[in-house]
């Protein structure tokens, strides 16, 4: 009989039962308009899903991609971007410093601030101190980075362990598989069914994910008898009945879990009851195989024999819960180095351990997470701490030059050390570790490390760093919505600051409660603590500056003008007094908002533009951001749109400079606006869905509030009243619904101007007029006459004069008249005409209507604002029709047919068309309507580039954009042309016919300024 072979000998188990599961996961190489790129392959422990996820990473890299791959391990769970850091450094410390530059666009920093093992990372990481606009920025330039890895080749990202992931990965990993689209980049990741559960932010990110068809669930079910009778056939090249006998009794016992049967043949091999005779394996027919009963079992019997240095070196592997070095394992285990590398050889030669190529150089690390689970649990909790301790000593020893390195792994096993409360180690790491967790923007393990850093350091209460780790659980607490426990731990430091009669104490922690009251929806509370840190600081500290800013924000958004005014004019006072130009441009800024709201414009340019000039001297860009801000809405507001396009041009420059995905969705807010005033909806409509999704993805609820209501107007305006309802009710629910956790008055009245919008687009004047006077009160408390100007008063005034209030109308009419000459509001002032036409119109007057609903079109038209100014025409139209001008009315609604057919506005275009039927004419076809050849500047130059003959690839190369976004284009221009090939586009273009819709020779008044 031949010596029995150990696992070493035995080849791999055969890939069995798993074609189907490949093949599916093989979809993921496909484009990502057939299937998300984010594929999750799920199962219980040992049931194969790290073979299946090894087989597709192998074929990734055969067809050429780049392949990252990480895994999460228990000692990681509370470690910021552990998961992450674990599949890209290896890939990321290949790159030079000049090509990581290139690859994050000159942000390699913020990437060194996700992962500081590439180096250290500036500080502060970002202009601006607020945490969502930093955490915002990190997260858009990682995903930027991956997108950029993935153009140099396609990029598999394989994560497995998930159920052991950190959270701030599982949250960028979240925000990511989000955006992705069809960036080429996909992500193959996997957990365990049995831990999932425990892990709560998997299960958000699952839910969240196959909610919005962003991630594919591909579970692996166990074997089945006849695929496990086909593993053990193909393993040992065996068959006949006493094969199939021991198939079925080794299925009965494992149910089909690979790794368990795995163990239990290693198991039989190891211990002779399976062996060899002259190249064939007997032992099948016995019926006194010893099988264990569980693959924990298994396990446990192939530790039994043994040797002490090697059960000394797996028990500390276990305890590290980590990948670790031979050097760690020597220094912990009290074995030599050389006892140390028999060990590990014999863990090898078992099966047990495998080696892995870390960025610290090679590691030994369990082959499966069932043998570390199965081995730390047969240490005893006495010798856990004492390993705990040695590890720690160990990690400190090996990092006292750099021991940020290890920081988190310090804590970790300090804290689970036993030491007494006299040693101070364990909270020190833990508060250092919760710091940088916090620097890192990784809020959910800076809240962990931080609250066990207080147990840890409860013997020194009334010390100065129990205080500081306090203040930092708070900021930590705040920033994940836990309102409460931070608003606990700040009036609790107050409170011990006023026994020591700590200004400065009492100040920050008053700050704080005010930042607290302002997020919870109470912003008088919030400017009391305000007030009460103005009175806990000296007149010259610079703090008191910050405050009345922070004060004057607060009462800006909630409509308070006046004090408003007094706080921003006292913080541009103390700025100018010590010369400080940074506070001088916020509280410039912080005016020129208030004055635009408040219909004061030539006070909010004058404060805009001292904002610009003073913003560019300090060097403060995002100051000169918000400022240009300003001032483009105000014009766009006052109807100056040629001025708001510079202005816009300018900021989104700065957005750019700064690489801000959050600063660009306030640029996409005026984009949206300005498309839909100029008549190009089909870029109103890609810009404001996109921007949606973004502000939604970056949690900016104002913003994406507003996004909702102008994108919903399209919409209105095209009849899609379904997709309209469903953005105008979210928005609702957001800034005035049960979900609206603050009173935000530049969220709220747009709310208003959806709704009632929705309501007077489907007949429903009487909720149109209750909505809309709602609105109108809200926005007339705060004094914000813009926000009534701005499509409020038309939409209410309209909506009374199709419920025949003539008198409400008239009043409304003469107000529009009114604010509109006070503030040089164009827009108002053609309202107010169009207002006095259909009230002339009604009086009996048809003459005087017609002329001024003449004149109001223009108005909008100079502005320009197309598409009101063409429902005005085809009014217009009607009136003239009545006073007997037939050919005068035709003439209005062929140019208004046009107008509507390349709108796509199915409304107004269905009643042009029944006004020509009303006249005895027939109307001009549809598709001539619709193929008027009025094209947005992007889709001309698609169109002139596929006249020149080039294929869609070259256009997206010369256009910088990809092949399906050139794609999308020619659809567009298909279905406005009504054409169907590019040999009908080349002709249209040869020919001339086609215009851009910003052309000011084709678009009345699109050129004046």
Not at 275 to 300: C, F, K, M, N, Y
Not at 822 to 828: A, S, T
């Amino acid at each position: 009989m031949t010596p029995h072979p150990s696992l070493s000998t035995l080849p791999d188990l055969p890939l069995v039962g798993r074609a189907e599961t490949i093949a599916r996961l093989h979809r993921l190489f496909g484009s990502t308009s057939d299937q998300p790129p984010f594929f999750l392959v799920t199962g219980e422990s040992g049931v194969g899903k790290t073979r299946a996820i090894h087989v597709v990473a192998d074929e990734a890299r055969r067809r050429g991609w780049t392949v990252a791959h990480g895994r999460a391990y228990p000692l990681e769970t509370g470690m910021p971007y552990a998961l992450l850091s674990d599949a890209l450094l290896p890939l990321l410390q290949d790159l030079d410093d000049a090509r990581l530059n290139v690859l994050t666009r000159g942000r390699a920093s913020e990437l060194r601030h996700l992962f500081p093992a590439l180096g250290p990372a500036q500080a502060p990481p970002i202009a601006g101190e607020d945490p969502d606009e930093i955490r915002s920025r990190l997260y858009w330039g990682f995903y930027e980075f991956l997108v950029a890895l993935g153009n140099r080749a396609p990029l598999l990202l394989v994560l497995e362990d998930l159920h052991s992931a950190d959270p701030s990965s599982l949250s960028l990993l979240h925000f990511v598989a989000r955006q992705l689209g069809e960036a080429p980049v996909r992500i193959l990741a996997s957990y365990n069914d049995d831990y999932r559960d425990a892990n709560e932010s998997l299960v958000g990110l699952e839910r969240s994910l196959l909610g919005m068809r962003g991630l594919e669930r591909h579970p692996i079910p166990p074997l089945t008898s006849e695929q496990t009778l086909g593993l053990v056939e193909s393993l040992f090249g065996v068959s006949g009945q006493p094969l199939r006998a021991f198939g079925q009794r080794l299925y009965g016992w494992t149910l089909g879990n690979a790794f368990f049967i795995e163990q239990i043949l290693v198991s039989l091999v190891d211990s002779g009851q399976l062996h060899q005779r002259d190249g064939l394996w007997l032992g099948w027919e016995s019926r006194e195989l010893r099988l264990p009963g569980t693959v924990r079992d298994a396990i446990r019997l192939r530790l039994t024999d043994l040797g002490e240095a090697a059960h000394a070196v797996a028990e500390c592997l276990a305890v590290v819960g980590a990948p670790a070095s031979a050097r760690l394992l020597t220094a912990v285990s009290g074995v030599n180095d050389a006892a140390t590398i028999e060990a590990s050889e014999e863990l090898l030669r078992r099966g047990l351990i495998e080696e892995r190529d870390t960025v610290r150089g090679t590691s030994i690390d369990f082959r499966h997470p069932l043998v570390r689970e199965t081995v730390y649990r047969s240490v005893s909790a006495a010798r856990r701490e004492t390993l705990h301790r040695a590890i720690g000593e160990a990690l400190e020893s090996s990092s006292s030059d750099s021991p940020d390195d290890h920081i988190d792994r310090l804590a970790y096993h300090f804290s689970r050390s036993g030491l007494r409360s006299e040693d101070t180690r364990p909270a020190r790491y833990l508060a250092l570790s919760g710091r940088a967790a916090l620097a890192r923007h990784a809020n959910r393990e800076a809240a962990a490390y931080l609250s066990a850093a207080l147990t840890h350091g409860a013997h020194d209460r009334d010390g100065k760093e129990h205080r500081r780790v306090r203040h930092d659980l708070a900021r930590a607490r705040s920033r994940l919505g836990d309102f409460d426990g931070a608003r606990e731990l700040w009036m609790e430091l107050g409170a011990e600051a006023r026994e020591r009669a700590d200004g400065a104490g009492i100040a920050r922690s008053e700050r704080y409660l005010g930042a607290l009251a302002y997020w919870r929806g109470q912003p008088r509370e919030a400017v009391r603590h305000y007030e009460a840190a103005l009175d806990a600081v000296d007149d010259d500290d610079p703090l008191r500056a910050r405050l009345d800013l922070a004060a004057g924000v607060v009462l800006q958004e909630v409509g308070d003008a006046e004090g408003s005014r007094e706080r921003l004019t006292r913080a541009l006072a103390l700025g100018e007094e010590t010369g400080n130009t940074a506070l001088q441009a916020r509280a410039h800024r912080g005016l020129a908002l208030l004055e635009t709201w408040i219909g004061a414009p030539d006070e909010a340019r004058r404060h805009g533009w001292q904002a610009v000039e003073l913003s560019r001297s300090a060097g403060d860009p995002q100051t000169g951001f918000w400022a240009r801000w300003a001032l483009a809405a105000l014009e766009g507001l006052t109807g100056d749109t040629a001025a708001m396009d510079r202005l816009m041009t300018e900021a989104r420059a700065i957005a750019d400079d700064l690489q801000s995905p959050v600063l660009g969705l306030w640029i996409a807010e005026l984009d949206v606006e300005l498309a839909y005033a100029r008549g190009d909806w089909d870029g109103a409509l890609a810009r404001g869905e996109q921007a949606i999704r973004l502000a939604d993805l970056l949690q900016q609820r104002t913003l994406r509030t507003r996004l909702q209501v102008w994108t919903a107007m399209v919409y209105l305006g095209r009849g899609d009243w379904s997709r309209a309802q469903e953005l105008v009710d979210d928005a609702w629910a957001s800034a005035v619904g049960a979900e609206a956790t603050r009173v935000d008055l530049h969220a709220a009245v747009p709310a208003h101007i959806g709704r009632a919008a929705l309501h007077l687009a489907r007949g429903d004047f009487a909720q149109a007029i209750e909505i809309g006077e709602r609105g109108l009160e809200l926005a007339d408390r705060s004094g914000y006459v813009v926000w009534v100007l701005h499509r409020l008063l038309p939409i209410v005034a309209e909506a009374h004069i199709r419920a025949d209030n003539l008198d409400r109308a008239r009043d409304l009419g003469e107000r529009l008249r009114f604010e509109g000459h006070r503030i040089g509001h164009r827009l108002g002032l053609a309202w107010a005409e169009a207002c006095d036409a259909i009230l002339a119109y009604h009086g009996g007057d048809a003459e005087s209507g017609a002329r001024l609903l003449r004149s109001a079109a223009e108005g909008l038209e100079a502005v320009p604002m197309i598409p009101e100014a063409a429902r005005l025409r085809r009014q217009l139209a009607g009136r003239l029709a009545d006073l007997g001008d037939r050919e005068g009315a035709l003439v209005e609604l062929r140019l208004v047919h046009d107008v509507f057919g390349q709108l796509a506005a199915t409304p107004e275009l269905t009643k042009a068309r029944g006004q020509f039927r009303e006249l005895g004419a027939r109307p001009p076809s549809r598709s001539q309507a619709e193929g008027t050849a009025v094209l947005t500047g992007r889709e001309l130059e698609v169109a002139r580039l596929v006249a020149d003959r080039l294929s869609n690839k070259a256009i997206a190369r010369a256009l910088d954009v990809s092949p399906r976004t050139v794609t999308t284009h020619l659809s567009n221009i298909y279905r406005k042309l009504d054409i169907s090939s590019r040999g009908d586009l080349a002709d249209r273009v040869r020919e001339g016919r086609l215009v851009s819709v910003h052309d000011p020779d084709t678009d009345e008044g699109a050129g004046d300024a």
